[in-house]
């Protein structure tokens, strides 16, 4: 049954340039503009006007934007829930500006030990991790850490756990990798890896989505029961002001904003394709987080109950819950 027939998220990308050449990702390779405050102004009028409660700026590097913090205090002030992740390269320089403005801001580490960290990452950013977690917590800012969990990182986990997490007292979000188009991570879980991966994930200041994982053992989206609802529940902003669909990794069209980004989602072009979200052909098997996690939020089904624990675990240890309340 679906609960809610509105959008939830915008995965607003600031820009796809990156600062970093993480092997598991392609974004950085692509040529990109970078998106404009008179545009973010008019987007998230029309965000708020669609029902959009959370937007994700996100990219690339969303912090190689000068002006993030003016986007991020833009939506914060508007009502939404902001979120961003970073590789902290650039967060030391930017966190006074972003102080405040960003309820679920994420930093990316992947390994308890600066070689391996850095060398998935193609850059030297573990250090800046850690001084960024020292930076925020002096700004009273709550951090999470975004473990992105491979079979040759596992091992890792509870380092990051021990040594990191927990002393800081941050949140560790335990984000399994996912497979899109030519970019390979390498062997997939396991069933027992699946199975420890479940497990940690029910530990004291540890986010799993538990649905996640029992995606991984169905097999991922199936196109002749879809549980992908990307493009009813999630919009698209490009970098060039383009509306997405029906998500950014399959990005089958891009529809020029022009200013009217409410008009435009309802058009029949449109809606047209987003009635196709998780029955392409390339949705087989399709297990992109970023998608699936508000798929879960808008209908009942085994995934919603799933994930339902993890959600509310996460949003009281956050707060983000009153957020949504008095928006």
């Known amino acids: 049954m679906r609960l809610v027939r509105h959008?939830?998220?915008?995965?607003?990308?600031?820009?796809?340039?990156?600062?970093?050449?993480?092997?598991?990702?392609?974004?950085?390779?692509?040529?990109?503009?970078?998106?404009?405050l008179e545009d973010v102004e008019r987007n998230l009028r029309d965000l708020k006007r669609l029902g959009v409660s959370v937007v994700d700026f996100t990219g690339g590097e969303p912090l190689l934007h000068r002006q993030i913090h003016e986007f991020v205090g833009l939506?914060?002030?508007?009502?939404?829930?902001?979120?961003?992740?970073?590789?902290?390269?650039?967060?030391?320089?930017?966190?006074?500006?972003?102080?405040?403005?960003?309820?679920?801001?994420?930093?990316?580490?992947d390994a308890s030990e600066k070689?391996?960290?850095?060398?998935?990452?193609?850059?030297?950013?573990?250090?800046?991790v850690l001084e960024s977690i020292r930076v925020a917590r002096e700004l009273g800012e709550r951090p999470d850490i975004l473990f992105t969990v491979f079979r040759e990182n596992l091992s890792d986990l509870e380092a990051v756990y021990r040594d990191i997490a927990q002393p800081n007292k941050l949140m560790?979000?335990?984000?399994?990798?996912?497979?899109?188009?030519?970019?390979?991570?390498?062997?997939?879980?396991?069933?027992?890896?699946?199975?420890?991966?479940s497990a940690f994930g029910r530990r004291k200041g540890v986010y799993l989505n538990e649905a996640f994982i029992e995606l991984r053992r169905d097999g991922g989206n199936h196109v002749a029961a879809p549980v992908c609802?990307?493009?009813?529940?999630?919009?698209?902003?490009?970098?060039?002001?383009?509306?997405?669909?029906?998500?950014?990794h399959l990005g089958?069209?891009?529809?020029?904003?022009?200013?009217?980004?409410?008009?435009?989602?309802?058009s029949a072009a449109v809606q047209g394709?987003?009635?196709?979200?998780?029955?392409?052909?390339?949705?087989?098997?399709?297990?992109?987080?970023?998608?699936?996690?508000?798929?879960?939020?808008?209908?009942?089904?085994?995934?919603?109950?799933?994930?339902?624990?993890?959600?509310l675990k996460y949003?009281?240890?956050k707060g983000t819950w009153k957020r949504m309340l008095t928006r």
């Open 7 to 36: 959008p939830v998220l915008c995965n607003y990308y600031v820009t796809y340039r990156c600062n970093a050449r993480c092997s598991f990702c392609d974004i950085w390779e692509k040529p990109s503009p970078y998106i404009q």
């Open 229 to 248: 609802r990307a493009a009813s529940t999630t919009l698209v902003i490009s970098p060039s002001n383009e509306l997405v669909l029906p998500c950014y």
């Open 273 to 311: 394709l987003a009635a196709l979200e998780g029955r392409l052909p390339q949705c087989e098997g399709c297990t992109i987080n970023c998608y699936m996690q508000p798929s879960f939020a808008v209908e009942t089904s085994k995934y919603f109950w799933q994930a339902l624990p993890s959600t």
């Open 252 to 266: 089958e069209q891009k529809f020029s904003i022009n200013g009217d980004l409410f008009t435009l989602y309802q």
């Open 75 to 109: 939506a914060h002030d508007m009502g939404f829930i902001t979120t961003l992740t970073t590789n902290c390269l650039l967060y030391p320089k930017y966190a006074e500006k972003l102080r405040g403005k960003v309820d679920m801001l994420h930093f990316s580490l």
């Open 315 to 317: 949003s009281l240890t």
């Open 115 to 128: 070689e391996v960290h850095d060398r998935g990452r193609g850059v030297a950013c573990y250090d800046f």
């Open 172 to 197: 560790l979000i335990l984000n399994p990798a996912f497979e899109y188009n030519s970019v390979a991570t390498g062997e997939q879980l396991t069933a027992d890896e699946l199975d420890y991966l």
